[in-house]
T-cell receptor
């Protein structure tokens, strides 16, 4: 059973397009996250939702919009894709907020913008 | 500037040898995670350290957090091919529940 799943695993698209990445967790966790890992493998948090409410919103372009329809899902929609958006995007979840809550990561979605 | 520095950036080790990866911060850490990423896969939790001087072990991997809580080391004893991957340290730097990650250390194990 996959704890944190993401779809698609790979996404290749043209500059200017709009795309979405979906994330689902079946762990019953309250908190979900989106991270971006760039080509240098640097992992940086983008957003965090707790009980469907946005609690962390790092300096991310407005073209990125997270949506949490319920506690088990956190989707990432990206408008007007740019070359610099190419990266691996990881979804994660944890029981609650705070450092003591171990985060479980999904397998990642490799986005390539041409 | 990078808040968490990992060293080395990459490491090639003969199977069976021991190795150490370091994670250093200029600030006191309020807790530190070690994760492993297998090439092309997601992150796997290894260990979490909170207290100064704390040391934890899991199988052949030992992680320590120094007394000042500014440096952590990850030590692998008798390395195996299954240890290959990217090791990331992450920490809550500002007590704001955001984990900041280091750039990772790529570990290759030679048979």
């Amino acid at each position: 059973d996959t704890a944190v799943s993401q779809t698609p695993k790979y996404l290749v698209t043209q500059m200017g397009n709009d795309k979405s990445i979906k994330c689902e967790q079946n762990l019953g966790h309250d908190t979900m996250y989106w991270y971006k890992q760039d080509s240098k493998k640097f992992l940086k948090i983008m957003f965090s939702y707790n009980n469907k409410e946005l609690i962390i919103n790092e300096t991310v372009p407005n073209r990125f919009s997270p949506k949490s329809p319920d506690k088990a899902h956190l989707n990432l929609h990206i408008n007007s894709l740019e070359l610099g958006d190419s990266a691996v995007y990881f979804c994660a979840s944890s029981q609650g907020t705070g450092f003591l809550n171990e985060q479980f990561f999904g397998p990642g979605t490799r986005l390539t913008v041409l | 500037s990078q808040e968490l520095e990992q060293s080395p950036q990459s490491l090639i080790v003969q199977e069976g040898k021991n190795l150490t990866i370091n994670c250093t911060s200029s600030k006191t850490l309020y807790g530190l995670y070690w994760y492993k990423q297998k090439y092309g896969e997601g992150l796997i939790f290894l260990m979490m350290l909170q207290k100064g001087g704390e040391e934890k072990s899991h199988e052949k991997i030992t992680a320590k957090l120094d007394e000042k809580k500014q440096q952590s080391s990850l030590h692998i004893t008798a390395s195996q091919p299954s240890h290959a991957g990217i090791y990331l340290c992450g920490a809550d730097m500002n007590r704001d529940d955001k984990i900041i990650f280091g750039k990772g250390t790529r570990l290759h194990i030679l048979p």
